[in-house]
């Protein structure tokens, strides 16, 4: 699939933070993002993504919908000391304006485990993204919320990573992070302006791929996952969505 990402060379984090002001959005394949965000694929982070084994059937579904499992927490950041402060659990709720689906209502989902929270892998993609969002908006305090999703594919049923369709979440920023794939086709992240004017196609497929989006001014949607091959057990698709929104 050819990649309508805007290209660049240079460093990672600067070619997201020019793809970010001048385009709305940024895709980077997962060795660009390891080596910026200084991550491998190791022991560490196999027991990282294991954390995805270990979510829960999301229960608020209104289209009826047993194939996507998550859990659910929230920090705050302050570029002036670094830190990232978990806040107090609480409910997850979007206006029915934003997510005709699943809006206007609390939605209790139970919170990150704390060896997800306390994870270096976790601290590492979060500085990552920080570092790039701080220099892309000029602005350094951020509201930050964390879903791990599973979404998955079984025989005659389909995975939908974005139920609600084409959509934006209602923040600053939206960034949905690869952490793998078993077993499924499908899944094509689609980008529009504002105006739902069509800007780029891209697939995630890759550890650590990710694509990130200025929610203000651009809209997404990704398509449904298919199980590859029914015989065998297992079918998804693993990633880490990241909401960010300035304080």
Not at 76 to 86: N, S, V
Not at 126 to 141: K, M, N, S, Y
Not at 163 to 183: K, T
């Amino acid at each position: 699939m050819e990649n309508n990402a805007p290209q660049a060379p240079a460093n990672l984090s600067q070619q997201c933070t020019d793809g970010l002001v001048t385009n709305g959005w940024w895709f980077s394949k997962g060795e660009r993002a390891e080596a910026c965000f200084g991550i491998e694929i190791d022991a560490a982070w196999k027991n990282f993504a294991d954390h995805w084994n270990r979510l829960l059937l999301d229960e608020y579904m209104r289209d009826g919908g047993t194939y996507r499992y998550r859990r659910y927490s929230a920090f705050e950041y302050d570029a002036t000391d670094g830190i990232f402060r978990l806040l107090p659990h609480a409910p997850y709720e979007q206006s029915k304006s934003v997510n005709h689906l699943n809006g206007g209502f609390k939605r209790h989902f139970e919170p990150l485990e704390n060896s997800f929270i306390d994870h270096p892998l976790l601290e590492k993609i979060l500085t990552g993204f920080c570092r790039i969002l701080c220099e892309a908006a000029r602005h350094d305090r951020w509201n930050i919320k964390i879903h791990p999703y599973r979404i998955v594919a079984r025989d005659g049923v389909n995975g939908k990573p974005a139920p609600e369709g084409l959509h934006q979440d209602g923040v600053d920023f939206i960034a949905c992070y690869m952490i793998g794939r078993v077993n499924v086709t499908g899944g094509m992240s689609m980008i529009t302006d504002a105006s739902k004017e069509f800007l780029g196609e891209v697939e995630m497929n890759s550890p650590n791929d990710f694509v990130i989006c200025n929610d203000r001014e651009t809209f997404h949607d990704v398509s449904s996952i298919v199980a590859e091959n029914l015989k065998m057990p297992y079918a998804y698709r693993d990633v880490l969505v990241i909401a960010f929104e300035k304080l």
